[in-house]
């Protein structure tokens, strides 16, 4: 591609349909279908100043002489998805490297167009969608997605789905148990994941109880104590037996006997002078009396004006009012006693209260609310014992359960591992290990206090009982060995690709990305090589960076990338070979002449027998 075509990266829908080859217009409608990866930008990274890749459905080779920067594009591609970023990567002299990628989604894409939705961003009407990646020099990484910042963590999760990246590193991740566990996970299917997610669900809630257990086993004292403290201050409580405002009621009452003198001397005083019981009584008639006889002054004219007609109502209701007054206040004189016993009694009464409410509450409401608070402690502190009873059962029949479920899913594992193994091998001998035979042995992680299953005492995981690993005999007569002690380098590439490609028909993923995957083969291994890449990008989207040309003649679009000279700091460009020009590359891939007769020749040999297996 040109450095014309390289400063706008993204096209039209209809550029789009005049670049894609005839052979990828028709690809089966289950790659159509999926998220495609249309265009790589990566700016700033390693010897790539600015380079655009035009990707696309079927397979796409990267080739190029070494150290020219092809490794860099898988680098940047895991940047893209979310790989930490490593400032050493970054172009010399550069302040900040960039990767941004164009995905397709087909219509359909609910889940994926969902999580961009949470994130704030939108997926465009044609589908396309956006993912970015910066890094500076001084180690800060930016995401984006759909022009929105989002966390790293959102492009690797949204990237792992679509995207499986492989190279010398990830081969030896095949290395890893769990990761072989999974390989045969994604193998099995349904026949798997139904019991496997019952067992799941049950090993969750089974963490539950055992976790439950330990706190209760492991607090019982420290609750009991809690219970003696509760049950104690309950009884104390009891015995005082206190009314919910009595404090106050008490309060009142015994300042009202300790004033009972003062307070029956100025009621009478009251009484009488409203009652006309003074002693200047005859100078000085009563209240009551005065209001009736100016009510009465007022009657005749109030006739003749309503104002002052209301203000004689007024006059009246008043008279009666103090009436009333007067006799209640002779009612409260009558009910006013002096009883000193009943003082004392009260004073002890609130001496009980307050030595309650200087321990449980500020008043004898606040008392009563922590006694309820303290009863239903103690009687969830009283159940301990029937509530051990209760999760030592439920973890007996969870554990039962565990056993029954384990055994499904070792069962399905293990038919499981079988037809890997044979499909596997069959795609070895094809990638010229006729003799090799690959075993997925599945075992029970043994422990001597585990629970018997399928004969045997196992112990739970999260993902089952079980222990995958796979083991290779590379050839007649040799022992089967574990991955990481039983094949080369070589042999290991083609066992991952073997693997993958088995995978791909049923569990697919929409992008394969392979870093010299071919790397230790030659020969006709390499033609195998890129007849299964070939194979596999029959239903996905798959790029590779190879040294092969057995590999690059079967591409769908041989991309190349090529040292650009000039500058104070070397560069590349990447460039998409047309016939001739992938005639030259692969010819400088077989004999490092790119303009020799006979290598051309058999450059187009290669090209013209992978273009008739292709259409086969």
């Known amino acids: 591609m040109s450095r014309a075509a390289a400063a706008t990266p993204r096209r039209s829908a209809a550029a789009r349909a005049v670049a894609v080859n005839p052979t990828e217009a028709q690809r089966p409608e289950s790659a ?48 893209l998805l979310g790989a930490r970023a490593d400032t050493g990567t970054l172009r010399a002299g550069t302040e900040q490297a960039s990767v941004e990628g ?24 044609d589908g396309e969608l956006v993912a970015a990646r910066t890094v500076s020099a001084e180690g800060r990484s930016r995401a984006y997605l759909a022009g929105r910042s989002v966390p790293v963590a959102l492009l690797a999760e949204i990237g792992g789905a ?128 005065l209001l009736a006889r100016a009510a009465r002054e007022l009657t ?16 009246e209701e008043t008279s009666y009012l103090l009436a009333d007054l007067a006799t209640d206040l002779s009612g409260y004189l009558r009910g006013l006693d002096a009883d000193p016993h009943r003082l004392a009694a009260v004073a002890e009464r609130r001496a009980q209260l307050a030595r309650l409410t200087r321990k449980y509450g500020e008043d004898v409401d606040a008392v009563l609310a922590w006694a309820q608070a303290a009863q239903a402690r103690v009687a969830d502190l009283s159940g301990d014992e029937d509530r051990l009873e209760e999760l030592q059962a439920r973890e007996a029949e969870l554990l039962e359960r ?69 083991r290779l ?79 690059a003649a079967y591409a769908d679009r041989h991309l190349v990338v090529r040292k650009v000279e000039g500058g104070p700091v070397t560069s590349t460009d990447v460039l998409r070979l047309d016939e001739p020009g992938r005639v030259r590359e692969l010819a400088r891939m077989l004999a490092g002449q790119e303009d020799s007769a006979t290598a051309a020749a058999h450059a187009s040999e290669l090209l013209a027998t992978a273009a008739a297996e292709k259409g086969r």
């Open 32 to 79: 159509a279908a999926a998220p495609v990866l249309e265009e790589l930008r990566i700016r700033g990274l390693g010897v790539i100043e600015d380079a655009v890749l035009d990707l696309g459905l079927g397979l796409t080779v990267l080739t190029g002489e070494t150290g020219v920067g092809k490794t860099m594009v898988v680098t940047g591609l895991g940047l």
């Open 300 to 315: 005749g004219p109030a006739r003749h004006d309503p104002a002052l007609h209301g203000l004689a109502e007024r006059l």
């Open 473 to 551: 005999a590379a050839h007649a007569g040799a022992p089967q060995r574990p991955l990481a002690r039983g094949a080369s380098g070589g042999e290991l590439s083609r066992v991952m690709l073997a693997v993958e490609v088995v995978l791909a028909g049923v569990a697919p993923v929409p992008v394969f990305v392979f870093d010299e995957v071919d790397a230790g083969v030659g020969g006709k291994a390499a033609v195998e090589v890129g007849r299964r890449l070939a194979r596999l990008a029959a239903t996905a989207q798959v790029l590779v960076v190879t040294h092969l040309p057995q590999v």
């Open 402 to 470: 565990l056993a029954r479920a384990g055994e499904q899913v070792s069962a399905a594992r293990g038919a499981a591992a079988g037809r890997l193994a044979d499909q596997v091998g069959a795609e070895l001998r094809q990638l010229a290990m006729p003799a090799a035979r690959l075993h997925v042995a599945v075992e029970q992680r043994e422990q001597p206090d585990g629970l018997p299953v399928g004969g045997r005492r196992v112990a739970f995981g999260p993902d089952g009982v079980d222990e995958v690993e796979f």
């Open 162 to 289: 679509l995207v499986a990246v492989h190279g010398q590193s990830d081969q030896q991740r095949l290395l890893a148990p769990a990761l072989q566990r999974a390989a045969l996970d994604r193998y099995a299917g349904a026949a798997l994941s139904e019991p496997l997610a019952g067992y799941q669900r049950d090993y969750a809630q089974l963490r539950e109880v055992v976790a439950e257990l330990a706190e209760v086993r492991n607090n019982r004292a420290e609750r009991a104590r809690e219970l003696d403290l509760l049950s104690f201050g309950l009884d104390e409580i009891a015995a005082v037996a206190p009314a919910a405002g009595e404090d106050h009621a008490l309060r009142e009452e015994e300042d009202r006997l300790g004033h009972v003198e003062n307070l029956r001397q100025a009621a009478a005083a009251a009484h009488r002078l409203l009652a006309g019981e003074a002693e200047d009584a005859e100078t000085s008639p009563d209240a009551v009396t």
């Open 102 to 125: 164009l995905l397709l989604l087909p219509p359909g894409s609910d889940e994926l167009r969902r999580r961009v939705a949470e994130a704030g961003g939108q997926v465009g009407e």
